[in-house]
């Protein structure tokens, strides 16, 4: 199978649609690890994209892209796995 080329154009503005649905569907499941992957992947594609693009890309989905998952996904949250935040064990000495 050969390799595929890169997206462009109305393919690529197409790909990005994709994954951000894609992305919510998966926030609307509580699935937040499937979440936080396809919304990083959808970011790195819609950073690519010109003004242009960008603007083909209905409002719903940049809105929810850029500002409110960031809100959760963001880069000031605890990253998956760690141990941090939790509670246990505090007190017992």
């Known amino acids: 199978m050969p390799p595929e080329s890169p997206l462009e154009g109305k393919a ?10 894609l992305a919510r569907s998966y926030w609307d499941a509580h699935n937040n690890a499937a979440c936080r992957g396809e919304r990083e992947k959808a970011l790195a594609l819609y950073n690519t994209l010109t003004k242009e693009q960008k603007d083909e890309i209905p409002q719903t989905l940049r809105v929810w892209l850029r500002y409110r998952s ?19 064990g505090r007190g017992k000495k």
């Open 70 to 88: 960031e809100k959760y996904f963001g880069a000031h949250q605890t990253q998956p796995g760690n141990k941090g935040r939790s509670a246990k």
């Open 12 to 21: 690529l503005v197409k790909e990005v649609c994709r994954r951000i649905r």
